[in-house]
């Protein structure tokens, strides 16, 4: 990038809010996922709405491909830049602009972290409900870009379903709104419901309403311990089936036990094949009822179950299961983590064609997640400079994909597609589809400067 | 149209299927609103998606403009046809395709009645939750096409919020897929999200795939009875406020009152100025509790209440709510129902104003409305023939709009923009957001021939 370009970065963000050096590019240059990096040609974190709008304007000026970054927690490749763009970090726009107790609702800047806005919320006694995997570092504004999942997502749905509305920059730094405070709005298209999930391809967030809930009064965690992957993953449809739907209801495979309980000594059954944890929530004589009629099915399925006497065990098994993917990370080189997503009763299937593509190929698969959404990550664990086995992981992942969209499943429960799924795209929804979405793409893109 | 035009669309449809004489177009030719009527020139009603998609075609190949109808309940004027245009009936594509009970989601044509849909799900022990005020006729594409509420919004969300998928023609007569029958998805752009609520503009519903939910336990109403408007709506406030969320919070003023008593005979309480209906649901004990809570705050405002002791009372009582527009329409010749909507805090300040716009234009003004949403429909009675009236009539409806984007509210929470509304857009979303929304339509439907 020529220096007279840098200087108006400069001059608009201020000194401290612009990187050029090899080390600050390096550092945006890549996501969690396992993609080659790309060198953007400059960093820009601007502080404020207005030199956000100045930034992309001068982008687009300058036909300068733009990429949004938040904390980089994604998994798809969605924050890699294209080689010599702009990464515009999100970080430096993090305020609460109001968290209104009375009508339920907070706006906020896209950079606020997850989990700081999610507490902030829960000291009105309220609940922000999305909470994925990375809530600790990731951002609101990236949660919304990727329409991230998360633990709760089964009975509290996902980041999109607490979107009411929005203010965001298109391509060329014109202010977007769409939504409203209010519960309901209609007025113009659901453009914030398109946002939600487009990965920064169609404009950059400025301001993010957010609906909020009452907390739950009381809630309860349980820990299944299976002989079988197959009993276990029949006992989560035969919950939904019996009209139960808890908070959260997670599954882990003897692979990723064994992982967990050598990285975090959470007292993990080493033995067993498989385990639920399953929290319910709400109002304590349902959370009773809930507790005892999943205990009940549990033990029909004869595994065997321990209930959370404490807050401090209920911790311990959260922060295990949230130590899932950390955890297989320091067993191989490079995790492949993927996200495919069936309808819940064809789990069962699913779990047997994952073992017996392990099998097939020879990998090590680890698989857990969010059973209860029918969204399990399969993690494959190799190392990507033995090329021999590369190859087989590539045929692995095929597989997934093809046998995800058998049982009438989908590519991606709440990942995203990013650069690393977009080539199986078409094979989900078709041409006419994807025409379809680059038309829209185009519409408000035309240079296709966004990500 | 010329006559081998209509011919082609004979072949297509079948003899049965195909209107030209004048009395069928006028019947298609308008809405529950009350604009001028615009005749099309053929009216077809396909029964399956081959017949569709070759209509499409057909029309998309001799420039004619498309208008599609479901059982045209809409309030704003999203189903006239534009003039000479062909007018798509969706009412015999009207199958379940799909009701699987133990995956929670169903998979319906455009064309099934909201109600009956909701009647199936419920033999199942399941909730279709979304229930506007028209759901005995209306359509499940329409409802999706206007992204309708309801009276459950409070608790449960709209319409938007249940579809997890869809496929739809695009202008074209190709298929598009969005979504998934996944409980998350984030393959591909959020489309279904974009169409719902796009009022017929994008693209033709073929399938929709629908969330359902466990139907609830329980429930109970209750009927509180207020002196002063006033202090019915800070109850709405003051409930939300204490973090009780009801299934259903709805109010009516007392010219609504009478209205609807003269009409239903309920044994509405006809001297009160204001009654709110309250329905709770969910596990049993937490019926009772926020039954209790929602009786204290009541008393404490000065209401007087009374709880339904039997099914026959409960549903004597919401008989009297789905009859309020009915019971308004007989009052005068025209009735003008609008949907302005507030956060729920300026719900107070909202019922203030409509009470001093009726007084300052001298006009009956109706009110009643989702006040849990925040989402009133104050309903103007006149005569759209008084030429003088109707000046006062339309001034008044500015400042009702004007009031609701005062208050940080909206146009419209659930009835949408349609053609009667659409002036009023620029206010509330600004230029570049209405370009940003052109240019999506455009981009899809170059040829300007949807809607």
Same mark, same amino acid.
């Given at each position: 990038?020529? /220096? ?67 904390? *980089? ?83 509290? *749905? ?34 914030? $419901? ?124 959260? &922060? ?50 969010? &059973? *209860?959404? *029918? ?36 590519? /991606? $429960? ?38």
């Amino acid at each position: 990038m020529d /220096s007279k370009t840098v200087k108006k970065f400069r001059e608009i963000a201020g000194e401290k809010n612009v990187f050029t050096n090899k080390t600050d590019l390096y550092t945006h240059s890549y996501d969690a996922a396992v993609l080659d990096s790309v060198m953007p040609s400059i960093v820009v974190r601007p502080e404020n709405s207005e030199d956000l709008s100045k930034i992309i304007k001068l982008c687009s000026d300058n036909s300068l491909s733009m990429t949004v970054r938040g904390a *980089g927690t994604n998994l798809a490749g969605a924050t890699v830049p294209v080689k010599d763009g702009v990464v515009i970090l999100t970080t430096a726009m993090n305020r609460i602009l109001e968290l209104n107790t009375e009508d339920l609702y907070a706006i906020v800047e896209p950079g606020v972290i997850t989990q700081q806005f999610a507490e902030e919320a829960f000291k009105k006694d309220l609940l922000y409900p999305p909470d994925p995997g990375s809530q600790a570092v990731s951002t609101i504004g990236g949660n919304v870009a990727q329409n991230a999942g998360g633990l709760r997502g089964l009975k509290y *749905g996902v980041t999109k379903d607490y979107v009411m509305g929005m203010s965001f920059f298109d391509a060329k730094g014109n202010l977007v709104k769409s939504g409203s405070k209010t519960l309901k709005c209609v007025t113009g298209y659901n453009i914030h $419901g398109l946002m939600s999930g487009s990965e920064g391809t169609l404009g950059i967030f400025n301001t993010i309403t957010l609906k909020l809930i009452p907390k739950p009064l009381h809630k309860k965690s349980i820990l299944a311990v299976f002989k079988s992957v197959g009993k276990a993953s029949e006992t989560v449809a035969a919950i939904i089936a019996n009209r139960i739907v808890p908070a959260t209801l997670e599954f882990m495979d003897n692979f990723t036990i064994r992982a967990v309980e050598d990285f975090s000594k959470a007292g993990l059954p080493v033995e067993s094949e498989a385990i639920l944890l399953i929290e319910v929530d709400g109002h304590p004589a349902e959370v009773e009822d809930d507790a005892q009629k999943v205990e009940k099915l549990c033990k029909k399925m004869g595994a065997s179950v321990q209930i959370a006497r404490s807050d401090e065990e209920r911790d311990k098994i959260w &922060a295990a299961r949230r130590a899932a993917l950390s955890a297989l990370a320091k067993v191989k080189p490079t995790l492949i983590l993927e996200d495919a997503t069936v309808p819940r009763s064809k789990l069962p299937d699913m779990v047997e064609a994952l073992t017996s593509i392990a099998k097939k190929y020879d990998l090590l698969i680890g698989t857990f997640g969010h &059973a *209860g959404d *029918g969204n399990l990550h399969p993690t494959i664990l190799t190392d990507k400079r033995d090329k021999k086995e590369w190859e087989k992981v590539e045929k692995a992942v095929e597989e997934i994909f093809d046998k995800a969209l058998d049982l009438g499943g989908t590519l /991606s $429960g709440e990942h995203g597609i990013g650069i690393a799924k977009s080539a199986f795209l078409r094979k989900e929804l078709g041409k006419s589809t994807l025409d379809f979405m680059d038309k829209i793409k185009v519409s408000v893109d035309p240079d296709n400067l966004l990500n």
